[in-house]
């Protein structure tokens, strides 16, 4: 399968702790997006990348999210200090600047988290 | 500033009988337009897309959807639902970084 993938699928922390995300987009692909989606609402945008760069930040819910792109490939997300209201799932999507999809986002199947 | 808003939380149709899940939007430049489905426990999938070529765009599935700018609107529509549609619709704007702008979601039921 060449498609988005993210891990893990699911995680339960507890309030305090740190956790990260992982994301693989599809290999070919340049920019890189997290979304956060609570229950029964869609996705918001969190945060992206144009290969290793990241461009929009000012969404982050807090200083306590933050994300890497290191090597313009994978991403991690993490959340340091979880609290109960971080609980949601989390989605990473990847895209093709200029290519034929034009612009098209690819969605993983996200990462559920859940804070006790 | 930019948004969406899906008219419907809960739509429910017979299946073989038309679907309409309505979208209206909000933004201040030429908009790219996209609906998206999202099945219990799988991603979210790309259904249809309008990006300023023809105002009647034709998906997967059998859905379509209609960009009309008099009034801002960008309906789905399938001419006749089946069991497996059922699912989560979002209709989507895309922002000047392409980030995309999701609207609260319709939950569609069919019925059989």
């Known amino acids: 399968d060449t498609g988005v993938s993210q891990d893990p699928r699911h995680k339960i922390t507890k309030r305090g702790q740190n956790v990260t995300f992982r994301c693989d987009p599809i290999?070919?692909?340049?920019?890189l997006y997290w979304y956060r989606q609570t229950l029964g609402q869609g996705p918001e945008f969190l945060t992206y990348?144009?290969?290793?760069?990241?461009?929009?930040k000012s969404r982050l819910l807090s200083d306590r999210f933050s994300a890497e792109r290191p090597k313009g490939s994978f991403s991690t997300l993490e959340i340091q200090r979880t609290e109960q209201g971080d609980s949601a799932m989390y989605l990473c999507?990847?895209?093709?600047?200029?290519?034929?999809?034009?612009?098209?986002?690819?969605f993983g199947p996200g990462t559920r988290l859940t804070v006790l | 500033a930019q948004s969406v808003t899906q008219l419907d939380s809960h739509v429910s149709v017979s299946e073989g009988t038309p679907v309409l899940l309505r979208c209206n939007y909000s933004s201040s430049y030429s908009p790219s337009l996209f609906w998206y489905v999202q099945h219990p426990n799988k991603g979210l999938q790309l259904l249809l897309k309008?990006?300023?070529?023809?105002?009647l765009v034709k998906g997967i599935n059998g859905f379509e959807a209609e960009f009309k700018k008099s009034e801002t609107s960008f309906h789905l529509t399938k001419p006749s639902a089946h069991m497996s549609d059922a699912a989560e619709y979002f209709c989507?704007?895309?922002?000047?970084?392409?980030?995309?702008?999701f609207g609260s979601g319709t939950q569609l039921t069919v019925l059989p």
């Open positions: 309008y990006t300023s070529a023809a105002t």
């Open positions: 290999s070919e692909h340049n920019r």
């Open positions: 990348f144009q290969n290793e760069a990241q461009l929009e």
């Open positions: 999507a990847s895209s093709l600047v200029g290519g034929a999809t034009y612009n098209e986002q690819f």
């Open positions: 989507v704007l895309s922002g000047s970084a392409r980030q995309l702008t």
